[in-house]
Nanobody, 124 residues
Framework: QVQLVESGGGLVQAGGSLRLSCAAS????????MGWFRRAQGNEREFVAA???????NYADSVKGRFTISRDNAKNTVYLQMNSLKPEDTAVYYC??????????????????WGQGTQVTVSS
């Protein structure tokens, strides 16, 4: 069993920044691939970013160049630094583990454990 707790969401103006954190417990963090997904109201859950246990990263095209995923194995925490935020980034953001990559894609079905989500709202 893995417990994931997200934090860092909030309200920010367009062009601003936020950093999301996801603290993991219950399993060896260093062996887990970690992912961030988001769900905007009325939309399906979509992939945002992922980082493998070895530090390899992937991003959705919509966030590439603006978001950065990273991990601190000493703190069992994965981060999502979000810069140049846009109103269309408004969503509930979820952390997930332990994920498997299919080609260069990460699908929600490959992740077993999910956090409770944190709301990010970007005003125009």
């Amino acid at each position: 069993q893995v417990q994931l707790v997200e934090s860092g969401g909030g309200l920010v103006q367009a062009g601003g920044s936020l950093r999301l954190s996801c603290a993991a417990s219950g399993r060896t963090f260093t062996t887990m691939n970690m992912g961030w997904f988001r769900r905007a109201q009325g939309n399906e859950r979509e992939f945002v970013a992922a980082i493998t246990w070895s530090g390899s990263t992937n991003y959705a095209d919509s966030v590439k160049g603006r978001f950065t995923i990273s991990r601190d194995n000493a703190k069992n925490t994965v981060y999502l630094q979000m810069n140049s935020l846009k109103p269309e980034d408004t969503a509930v953001y979820y952390c997930a583990a332990p994920g498997a990559r299919t080609g260069s894609s990460w699908y929600p079905s490959s992740f077993t454990f999910w956090g409770q989500g944190t709301q990010v709202t970007v005003s125009s």
